[in-house]
């Protein structure tokens, strides 16, 4: 599975961005997909995840309220919707896949180039 992330960019807080990650492939649907950042000299976290229909769905609580996972397995596309964004969420952000455990930040096997959010204040 390649993945790609996009939809980064500078946003002032307050503001709101959408991230997406795409996929080549027609075995979108059968993983499960998930977000994580890292910003500079932090250790990398895990923001999101979304299960294979895209019901399920899990949030960090740095992030809960704020950001929307969500998945369209039709278009191989998987969103996050950042609201309310903080200088605190300035970071690179990655979209990982992997075949099971959508609310566990282990294992995913396939990532994505990652796409940099910058947060001014």
């Known amino acids: 599975v390649q993945l790609q992330a996009s939809g980064g960019g500078l946003v002032q807080a307050g503001g709101s961005l959408r991230l997406s990650c795409t996929t080549s492939g027609r075995t979108f649907s059968n993983y499960v997909l998930g977000w994580f950042r890292q910003a500079p000299g932090k250790e990398r976290e895990f923001v999101a995840g979304?299960?294979?229909?895209?019901?399920?769905?899990y949030y960090s609580d740095s992030v809960k309220g704020r950001f929307t996972i969500s998945r369209d397995n039709s278009k191989n596309i998987m969103y996050l919707e950042m609201n309310n964004l903080k200088t605190e969420d300035t970071a690179v952000y990655y979209c990982?896949?992997?075949?099971?455990?959508?609310?566990?930040?282990?294992?995913?096997?396939?990532w994505g180039q990652g796409t940099l959010v910058t947060v001014s204040s």
């Open positions: 979304i299960g294979l229909s895209g019901i399920a769905t």
């Open positions: 990982a896949a992997k075949r099971n455990g959508y609310n566990d930040p282990r294992n995913f096997a396939y």
